[in-house]
């Protein structure tokens, strides 16, 4: 009878321990190791935050069905995929969609670039209806297959989706790219470790 309930506390402590690793913590957001989206099962990748100068911005998370370490590898994971940002302290909803802009533009070509200026346009007037991103406040960009990058601001999505792949690999390259908008978070969110 001891050697059961020995067993079953150890079986307890283990479940316990293993919930306790289920997420990661980043500057009090919480990142869950798993997430669903439109049915599919996606892994966290990593987890950091975007400093500019000592002030922290916001905490991002990436989301894939299976572990990348490059951009390339992160756009050619198959399936679903999410990036969330919760933000760390407010920021002109304007000036985020200009940076973000100005993000896909410091890791793209003039050639590429221009192919997306609609899209882009778009982009900016989604974040610039929304005035101020406030501390706590998220935002979502999915690639849903067959849909294309859907961009979710407080839990509303945002228009239709952007359906051409080029899109999605843009905007990942903002935090992804030759240039990203902060090293740190780069290595972070392809499975650095986190701070």
């Not at 500057?27 to 869950?32: A, D, K, W």
């Not at 599919?40 to 975007?50: D, E, H, M, P, Y």
């Not at 500019?52 to 299976?66: D, I, M, T």
């Amino acid at each position: 009878m001891k050697l059961l309930k020995a067993a079953s506390m150890f079986l307890m402590a283990g479940l316990l321990g293993t919930n306790a690793l289920a997420m990661v913590e980043v500057n009090g957001v919480r990142f869950e190791d798993t997430t669903e989206l439109h049915g599919s099962k996606l892994l966290l990748n990593g987890a950091g935050t975007r400093y500019k100068g000592p002030f922290k911005v916001y905490a991002a998370g990436l989301y894939l069905g299976q572990k990348a370490t490059s951009l390339d590898e992160v756009v050619n994971v198959p399936g679903p995929k999410r990036l969330t940002v919760t933000m760390l302290r407010s920021i002109d909803a304007r000036e985020l969609g200009k940076l973000l802009t100005r993000g896909i533009e410091d890791n793209m070509g003039k050639t590429e670039m221009s192919k997306l200026v609609t899209g882009l346009v778009r982009m900016g007037e989604m974040f610039a209806s929304h005035k101020t991103l406030a501390a706590g406040d998220q935002f979502l960009v999915d690639w849903v297959p067959g849909q294309g990058s859907v961009i979710t601001v407080r839990g509303q999505v945002q228009g239709d989706p952007f359906k051409e792949p080029e899109f999605f690999r843009a905007l990942m390259s903002i935090w992804l790219g030759p240039t990203p908008a902060y090293w740190k978070l780069k290595d972070e969110l392809l499975g650095g470790k986190t701070n």
